[in-house]
């Protein structure tokens, strides 16, 4: 079973940090895409920033020279180092993954998985 697991949320001050980790697991062959999404109360699901498995970025407006995308592909592990944080990046912020998994005896099949969700709160 392959899943996400997302790590690193909290409550912090508007101005501070925080550092979001999601890390795969289960039977994988590869992993393209990995991406932070997050959700407001009251609004829809938003893309925060996606990095592709050769390392090219893509940022939403509202976070571009605040947040970085990272990962470590030997650890399976995307990454979201977020610095001056407002209160208006108060969400869930959710990891999501296109996995590559093997289906015996030759074939290959694309998931689209998704992490259940870490809380930032950026309140005084």
């Known amino acids: 079973q392959v899943q996400l697991v997302e790590s690193g949320g909290g409550l912090v001050q508007p101005g501070g940090s925080l550092r979001l980790s999601c890390a795969a697991s289960g039977t994988i062959f590869s992993i393209n895409d990995m991406g932070w999404y997050r959700q407001a109360p009251g609004k829809q699901r938003e893309l925060v920033a996606v990095i592709t498995s050769r390392g090219s970025t893509n940022y939403a407006d509202s976070v571009k020279g605040r947040f970085t995308i990272s990962r470590d592909n030997a650890k399976k592990t995307v990454y979201l180092q977020m610095i001056r944080l407002k209160p208006e990046d108060t969400a869930v912020y959710y990891c999501?993954?296109?996995?590559?998994?093997?289906?015996?005896?030759?074939?290959?099949?694309?998931?689209?998985?998704w992490g259940l969700g870490t809380l930032v709160t950026v309140s005084s």
């Open positions: 999501n993954a296109e996995i590559r998994v093997v289906e015996p005896p030759d074939r290959y099949r694309n998931l689209d998985v």
